[in-house]
């Protein structure tokens, strides 16, 4: 009998429901919402890179690495564009029409705008933002970069009274105007929020969970310590205690800060679940190297309690770079101290278990995985004063694939050999979104 119309439609619903997962398989899933999303494999990987005096240029610099099956330049640097002078490069993101990558300068708080859509391969500068600190009313360190609608949300460090941790959010639109300041809750300055036991004012990340009108932000610390000897702050008692201990739940919409939790020992990287009714996020504590569950209960209200240790906490892996699985099964933790990546089993985020670890390198730092998981990469810089020294002082990009069992190195690219400097964050680039 020959199918009704109806039948036919279903079926042809059906089949393309079952292929749409198939053009998804790509893209960080850890990146904004509001982002455009890559429906291929990624091209090129985007390296925000810190320059070292008599290396190269010695200046910062985006470096392109072809990561396309079958290129003849596979695995190669393919191009890099320098910015001139070393300004601690650090974080950067893409606007939500993915056509700008900005990038921060934590030292001279400069922002780089780099265009990535003329030609995805060799991005060039496009703009620089100068005058942040004026502009914000003071705020320095523009950390973490966020797509929103138009607009790019800017998590800072500190400021220009005192280099100390109390800092800011601020807004530009994506033409690179300054819009707003919203400087982070005190004791003093909560603005109605309700506070666990401190309100430290610190920041880094952000994550934003749309559907509940909720904005994440979380907590290190200030220009006096992240631009001192890491050895040198390490002796300093006063300097170990200038890190953040908090998280904030805001309105989102509103920018106005609702609950100021209790999460001691610098709760670093945001990473929210994303599959339906997954009201919950995981952060990972620098000096306490612990995985914590920040959640929504019953009544509706945000909670943070930590639910893992990461490695030996007595030995300080130092957790740095998380990235969760697009199922929220799975949590990727890198640890500084020890060059160790580990994944732990988030099935239940109130019970994360490790199942895997392997170490990439003396020190490593971030991590970025595909949408279908299935490949990682790493770079092994935190702070040019952070970072090691002599031969465990190791700046490389590393690419693995990950069949669910074990990390497989697929190349390996020595930053320091190829006079590019220390290798930071990374970025997704294809040529697929500006046919």
């Given at each position: 009998?020959?199918?009704?119309?109806?039948?036919r439609?279903?079926?042809?619903?059906?089949?393309?429901?079952?292929?749409?997962?198939?053009?998804?398989?790509a893209?960080?899933?850890?990146?904004?919402?509001y982002?455009?999303?890559?429906?291929?494999?990624?091209?090129?990987?985007?390296?925000w890179?810190?320059?070292?005096?008599?290396?190269?240029?010695?200046?910062?610099?985006?470096?392109?690495?072809?990561?396309?099956?079958?290129?003849?330049?596979?695995g190669?640097?393919?191009?890099?564009?320098?910015?001139?002078?070393r300004?601690?490069?650090?974080?950067?993101?893409?606007?939500?029409?993915?056509?700008?990558?900005?990038?921060?300068?934590?030292?001279?708080?400069?922002?780089?705008?780099?265009?990535?859509?003329?030609?995805?391969?060799?991005?060039?500068?496009?703009?620089?933002?100068?005058?942040?600190?004026?502009?914000?009313?003071?705020?320095?360190?523009?950390?973490?970069f966020?797509?929103?609608?138009?607009?790019?949300?800017?998590?800072?460090?500190?400021?220009?009274?005192?280099?100390?941790g109390?800092?800011?959010?601020?807004?530009?639109?994506?033409?690179?105007?300054?819009?707003?300041?919203?400087?982070?809750?005190?004791?003093?300055?909560a603005?109605?929020?309700?506070?666990?036991?401190?309100?430290?004012?610190?920041?880094?990340?952000?994550?934003?969970?749309?559907?509940?009108?909720?904005?994440?932000?979380?907590?290190?610390?200030?220009?006096?310590?992240?631009?001192?000897?890491?050895?040198?702050?390490?002796?300093?008692?006063?300097?170990?205690?200038?890190?953040?201990?908090?998280?904030?739940?805001?309105?989102f919409?509103?920018?106005?800060?609702?609950?100021?939790?209790?999460?001691?020992?610098?709760?670093?990287?945001?990473?929210?679940?994303?599959?339906?009714?997954?009201?919950?996020?995981?952060?990972?504590?620098?000096?306490?190297?612990?995985?914590?569950?920040?959640?929504?209960?019953?009544?509706?209200?945000?909670?943070?309690?930590?639910?893992?240790?990461?490695?030996?906490?007595?030995?300080?892996?130092?957790?740095?770079?998380?990235?969760?699985?697009?199922?929220d099964?799975?949590?990727?933790?890198?640890?500084?101290?020890?060059?160790?990546?580990?994944?732990?089993?988030?099935?239940?985020?109130?019970?994360?278990r490790?199942?895997?670890?392997?170490?990439?390198?003396?020190?490593?730092?971030?991590?970025?995985?595909?949408?279908?998981?299935?490949?990682?990469?790493?770079?092994?810089?935190?702070?040019?004063?952070?970072?090691?020294?002599?031969?465990?002082?190791?700046?490389?990009?590393?690419?693995?694939?990950?069949?669910?069992?074990?990390?497989?190195?697929?190349?390996?690219?020595?930053f320091?050999?190829?006079?590019?400097?220390?290798?930071?964050?990374?970025?997704?680039?294809?040529?697929?979104?500006?046919?």
């Amino acid at each position: 009998m020959k199918p009704s119309p109806a039948v036919r439609w279903i079926v042809l619903v059906a089949l393309l429901t079952a292929l749409a997962p198939a053009a998804a398989r790509a893209d960080e899933p850890c990146q904004s919402p509001y982002v455009q999303k890559i429906t291929g494999e990624e091209e090129f990987v985007y390296v925000w890179t810190l320059g070292v005096e008599g290396m190269g240029d010695g200046s910062d610099k985006l470096v392109t690495i072809d990561v396309r099956r079958g290129s003849s330049t596979y695995g190669q640097v393919i191009h890099s564009v320098s910015v001139g002078g070393r300004h601690e490069a650090h974080h950067g993101g893409f606007t939500d029409d993915r056509r700008y990558f900005w990038a921060g300068g934590l030292d001279t708080s400069k922002i780089f705008i780099f265009d990535v859509a003329t030609d995805p391969a060799r991005p060039r500068l496009h703009k620089t933002i100068d005058d942040f600190v004026r502009a914000s009313g003071g705020v320095v360190g523009p950390h973490t970069f966020y797509a929103l609608p138009g607009r790019m949300m800017i998590a800072a460090l500190s400021n220009n009274r005192d280099h100390g941790g109390h800092t800011a959010l601020v807004e530009y639109s994506n033409e690179g105007k300054y819009v707003a300041t919203h400087w982070m809750p005190l004791a003093t300055t909560a603005n109605g929020a309700r506070i666990e036991k401190v309100a430290d004012g610190y920041g880094y990340d952000i994550r934003v969970l749309p559907r509940k009108n909720v904005m994440l932000t979380s907590s290190f610390t200030g220009w006096s310590n992240y631009m001192m000897d890491f050895g040198q702050m390490l002796k300093d008692p006063e300097a170990m205690k200038r890190f953040g201990q908090t998280v904030v739940v805001w309105d989102f919409h509103a920018r106005k800060p609702r609950t100021v939790l209790h999460v001691p020992g610098s709760p670093l990287e945001i990473r929210f679940a994303t599959q339906p009714g997954h009201n919950y996020a995981f952060t990972t504590t620098a000096l306490t190297s612990k995985i914590w569950l920040i959640h929504e209960d019953a009544r509706g209200e945000w909670q943070a309690k930590p639910v893992a240790d990461i490695g030996d906490p007595a030995t300080i892996p130092l957790p740095v770079a998380i990235t969760l699985s697009a199922d929220d099964r799975t949590l990727w933790v890198d640890s500084f101290m020890d060059g160790t990546v580990r994944a732990f089993d988030v099935s239940d985020p109130h019970r994360p278990r490790e199942i895997y670890s392997k170490r990439i390198g003396s020190q490593i730092n971030m991590v970025s995985q595909s949408w279908d998981g299935k490949r990682l990469y790493f770079t092994s810089s935190v702070l040019a004063r952070w970072d090691k020294k002599a031969e465990a002082d190791e700046q490389f990009f590393k690419a693995y694939t990950w069949d669910g069992k074990a990390l497989e190195e697929r190349f390996a690219l020595d930053f320091a050999k190829l006079g590019l400097g220390r290798a930071h964050v990374m970025r997704f680039g294809s040529t697929s979104l500006y046919r």
